[in-house]
């Protein structure tokens, strides 16, 4: 039995983005928590973890616009564009920031030498395939914003290239919750 189309009335808006403003906060606790832990790289594991976080939120959020993208239903391309270039931005100041904290992951007494001494095969298997997965959505973002911004909204005829540029998108986006679900396992075994 068909419930026919739905389409959200001016409250069901209000409810929806309602609760997205409320998981919004909510997750962003988990990086501003940071700020006050009682460590000298606090500033760093904040910065980090509120990039990531605000990663993954823009690139879940474009996983929703690629799918149109994929099926070759027209798409706003000009706040496509925008929203890539944000997503790129966001993953690399989570790639400089990753960075910036690994130091500490791998200085004197730093994380890394507690989980190596504890659980070695955590650190061989589970840091390794983060330190690379997580360096692969920045490059995949930049090449989806680069082509929207050279072939510009005449792109929107093109099937071959929306296509390409929707499964970079969620190819980009499952690299950054590897990579960000395998950092929050390897915090909560040592937080820098």
């Known amino acids: 039995m068909s419930t026919g189309h739905y389409t959200h009335d001016n409250f069901g808006k209000i409810v929806?983005?309602?609760?997205v403003g409320i998981a919004l906060a909510l997750l962003l606790c988990l990086p501003l928590a940071n700020f006050w832990?009682?460590?000298?790289?606090?500033?760093?594991?904040?910065?980090?973890?509120?990039?990531?976080?605000l990663a993954v939120v823009v690139g879940t959020y474009l996983t929703h616009r690629a799918l149109p993208l994929i099926k070759g239903m027209h798409v706003n391309l000009e706040s496509l564009r925008r929203w890539l270039l944000v997503a790129t931005l966001l993953n690399l100041a989570g790639a400089?920031?990753?960075?910036?904290i690994y130091m500490r992951y791998r200085g004197q007494d730093g994380p890394r030498d507690w989980i190596?001494?504890?659980?070695?095969?955590?650190?061989?298997?589970?840091?390794?395939?983060?330190?690379?997965?997580?360096?692969?959505?920045?490059?995949?973002?930049?090449?989806?914003?680069a082509l929207l911004y050279y072939y510009g909204l005449p792109m929107q005829t093109r099937r071959d290239?929306?296509?390409?540029?929707?499964?970079?998108?969620?190819?980009?986006?499952?690299?950054?919750?590897?990579?960000?679900?395998?950092?929050?396992?390897?915090?909560?075994?040592r937080f820098v």
């Open 96 to 100: 400089i920031s990753g960075n910036w």
């Open 161 to 189: 290239l929306c296509r390409f540029v929707g499964i970079t998108i969620l190819v980009s986006w499952s690299f950054l919750m590897l990579g960000f679900v395998v950092g929050l396992v390897l915090a909560k075994l």
């Open 16 to 19: 929806i983005r309602t609760q």
């Open 116 to 145: 190596l001494e504890r659980v070695p095969a955590i650190h061989n298997v589970l840091m390794e395939f983060k330190e690379f997965v997580s360096l692969f959505p920045f490059p995949l973002m930049l090449s989806a914003t």
């Open 37 to 53: 832990f009682p460590s000298a790289y606090s500033l760093k594991a904040g910065i980090h973890g509120l990039s990531a976080i």
